[in-house]
């Protein structure tokens, strides 16, 4: 029902953009999240985005390079990423859920809803 895509290979300093499309509108009641997992570590939160609502929480650690938009005929949610670290290497997964709560937006154990992730390495 998710489906992340638009991860690659890019230099320190680069930009990519994600993008998260929702097999279906009823999505538009939904908060819409990005996590990301590097090797080894655990799944981190990115940034979670309620689609009815438009708020948006980032992680402290993107806040300021990543920024969030949407394409609502096409059921897509964008993650665009500039000024890219190495360290923000991982594995981003887009997620979804009908049913939280702000305090809850941060947890990968509170969605339901998961894509099948999309690689990005940024090199130093």
């Known amino acids: 029902q998710l489906q992340a895509s638009g991860g690659g290979l890019v230099q320190a300093g680069g930009s990519l953009r994600l993008s998260c499309t929702a097999s279906?509108?009823?999505?538009?009641?939904?908060?819409m999240a990005w996590f990301r997992q590097a090797p080894g570590k655990e799944r981190e939160f990115v940034v979670a985005?309620?689609?009815?609502?438009?708020?948006?929480y980032f992680a402290d650690s993107v806040k300021g390079r990543f920024t969030i938009s949407r394409d609502n005929a096409k059921n897509t949610m964008y993650l665009q990423m500039n000024n890219l670290k190495p360290e923000d290497t991982a594995v981003y997964y887009c997620?979804?859920?009908?049913?939280?709560?702000?305090?809850?937006?941060?947890?990968?154990?509170?969605?339901?809803?998961w894509g099948q992730g999309t690689l990005v390495t940024v090199s130093s």
């Open positions: 985005y309620n689609w009815s609502g438009g708020s948006t």
């Open positions: 997620a979804a859920d009908s049913s939280l709560i702000v305090s809850s937006i941060r947890y990968a154990s509170q969605y339901d809803y």
């Open positions: 279906e509108r009823t999505y538009s009641r939904f908060w």
